[in-house]
């Protein structure tokens, strides 16, 4: 389409709107300084869809999904070019769109457009959407997100134009749930259905499955009672995924067996945030046959656990499951967490135990608690200090050298540090005493235990009358040189 001359055109892609400074402005009004032009109502799909791909706006690439459609003919006076580079894959979101346009103008532009997303517009009327979609033959994925959908009603007349779409996102239009079961009843061929964002407290049973649908993505609504949930099962038999998130979900409240025939395709089921707060509610989930990748984060029953606590317990709790919270759960991991849970319920009264601890003792029996082994290195030492006839109890720091330990002992033993002669005697050792005369030397080198001993020998001839022997036969029994 031509860029009009007398109004400003909006773009799609930035959501600016470009003023045309060649047109006309007889009033002067979109002029520097002056007030800007009051908001457009609405806009035609093929009006924006001309506009955004146009060969002066998106020329033409080769590539995958990309072609020239040109159209021979057009009605006399249609502002239409000749031609529109449009690529199989169409954004065309926040652009104002409110109708659809000429319905000729749709067929022959979009044979080959296979997605269209058509979120944030202002498409309030389902027959102008049907008039769309009805016209692009080989659509696949249509996103109508945060359209104001809520107050419209869909007939069964209209919702048969969307029966070759297998994609159909509905997130924050707060689309009616009657309106989801209208659409889920005309398409055939519908895999994938998003609906969050849309206040859903509740909804209603349908009397007519939907086999074919296989990914179902709730999140950011209302069902707090399982009720609401069990109504899903029957409605989608192929299901294979659930997400619904952020839900408030409070317990799982069926049988073991109406567990197993509500969702007997379910492989993942994601309850992040999600109001469970009991273990017998996340033991129900393994009555879903093939459930094997399970998301569970946020809930108030984990609340009070460690990180390691949690997944090792959720492990435990979920036999079957495969994936985790999006982590692989490796064979080595099971039977980790398998023997953590063992452990962690071993001091528990036998009326508290869960039923899935005896399980786990009949597989792996009874375990003992780990020991518990602290590989840190020691910081201090509490080492018993001799210096001629006296003794005293001293805590040390092993971070520290041989120079600042002599400091250190200065007020024990009244000696300066030039004045000393330094020994350590590990009690454990048979070789005696070791002396401790390298000053930059620092003390966990030695491997100072507590318990252990220093010996403070006095220098001759530094202020001081005693005489120090040779150390050669001291040992752990022989603290002071001899006289």
């Not at 003919?73 to 652009?95: E, F, H, I, W």
């Not at 659809?100 to 997605?115: L, P, T, Y």
């Not at 409605?235 to 409240?253: A, D, H, R, Y």
Request: charged share 25%; net charge negative.
């Amino acid at each position: 389409m031509e860029p009009s001359l007398q109004k400003p055109t909006m773009s799609c892609d930035s959501g600016l709107v470009e003023r045309n400074i060649t047109g006309a402005d007889p009033e002067g009004m979109w002029d520097s300084g002056a007030v800007d032009p009051p908001e457009e109502e609405g806009r035609t799909f093929m009006q924006v869809l001309s506009e955004k791909y146009s060969p002066e706006n998106f020329p033409y690439r080769r590539g995958p999904g990309m072609g020239v459609v040109v159209v021979p003919t057009l009605p006399q006076g249609s502002p239409m070019k000749d031609r529109l580079n449009l690529p199989s894959v169409l954004v065309l979101a926040g652009c104002g769109i409110s109708h659809a346009g000429e319905q000729r103008e749709i067929a022959a532009f979009c044979a080959h457009v296979m997605e269209l997303d058509l979120s944030h517009n202002k498409l309030q009327d389902w027959h102008e959407i049907s008039k769309i979609v009805s016209n692009i033959p080989n659509l696949d994925f249509l996103n109508l997100s945060s359209n104001p959908l809520s107050e419209v009603v869909l007939e069964p007349s209209g919702a048969k134009a969307f029966a070759r779409v297998r994609r159909l996102v509905l997130n924050n239009t707060q689309v009616s749930w009657n309106t989801v079961l209208v659409l889920t009843r005309e398409m055939p061929e519908l895999e994938e259905l998003f609906l969050c964002l849309n206040e859903y407290t509740t909804v209603s049973a349908s009397t007519v499955p939907c086999p074919t649908l296989r990914l179902l993505h709730i999140t950011d609504n209302n069902l707090q009672d399982w009720a609401e949930v069990r109504k899903i099962g029957p409605m989608f038999p192929g299901l294979e995924t659930l997400v619904m998130s952020n839900c408030n979900l409070s317990s799982i409240q069926d049988s073991e067996e109406m567990l197993r025939r509500l969702f007997p395709n379910l492989r993942s089921i994601n309850l992040h945030n999600s109001a469970l707060n009991r273990w017998e509610d996340i033991e129900k989930l393994n009555q879903f046959p093939k459930l094997e990748d399970v998301r569970l984060q946020g809930i108030p029953l984990l609340q009070t656990y460690t990180n390691t606590e949690r997944r090792s317990l959720m492990v435990s709790h979920l036999p079957s499951v495969s994936s985790l919270n999006g982590s692989v759960v490796t064979d080595g991991e099971r039977e980790d967490s398998e023997r953590f849970f063992i452990r962690y319920h071993v001091d528990y009264p036998e009326e508290e135990l869960p039923y899935r601890y005896h399980c786990l003792v009949t597989k792996y029996g009874k375990l003992e608690p780990l020991a518990e082994i602290d590989l840190r290195p020691r910081c201090h030492a509490k080492v018993e200090v001799h210096c001629e006839n006296k003794v005293a109890e001293v805590s040390i720091r092993l971070d520290q050298t041989v120079a600042e330990l002599k400091k250190q002992l200065r007020t024990v033993v009244q000696l300066s540090a030039n004045q000393m002669r330094l020994y350590y005697i590990d009690k454990e050792c048979v070789f005696g005493p070791e002396e401790m005369k390298y000053h930059t030397r620092a003390l966990h080198s030695y491997s100072i235990q507590d318990g252990d001993e220093l010996l403070v020998v006095p220098k001759a001839g530094r202020g001081t009358t005693t005489t120090a022997k040779p150390l050669s036969n001291l040992n752990s029994k022989t603290l002071t040189p001899p006289p």
